[in-house]
């Protein structure tokens, strides 16, 4: 079965970083595209950024420039480094696999306000 455990999220003030990380396990994490994506509430889950198994990425425009979204085959694991974070960030952020699986891990929140 699927698993997946995102980690890092927090309370950050406007401007402030995070690195996020996504535990993947039953699949085979290299062959997979993966995503991380976000729900603010209110809103539907959206894809924030991509990333091929060869390391070819994709970002939403709203975070273009300001997060990197970067995978570790060897340790089945993907990341997002936000900078520059904004208030309207603020949201649960899940990964995936790109189209997304059913299986959606519990989320972690970060939550953007001074």
């Known amino acids: 079965q699927v698993q997946l455990v995102e980690s890092g999220g927090g309370l950050v003030q406007p401007g402030g970083s995070l690195r996020l990380s996504c535990a993947a396990s039953?699949?085979?994490?290299?062959?997979?595209?993966m995503g991380w994506y976000r729900q603010a509430p209110g809103n539907q889950r959206e894809l924030v950024a991509r990333?091929?198994?060869?390391?070819?990425?994709d970002y939403a425009d709203s975070v273009k420039g300001r997060f990197t979204i970067s995978r570790s085959n060897a340790k089945n694991t993907v990341y997002l480094q936000m900078n520059s974070l904004k208030p309207e960030d603020t949201a649960v952020y899940y990964c995936?696999?790109?189209?997304?699986?059913?299986?959606w891990g519990q989320g972690t929140q970060v939550t953007v306000s001074s």
């Open positions: 995936n696999t790109y189209p997304p699986s059913e299986f």
């Open positions: 039953g699949i085979i994490f290299r062959f997979y595209v």
């Open positions: 990333i091929s198994s060869g390391g070819t990425t």
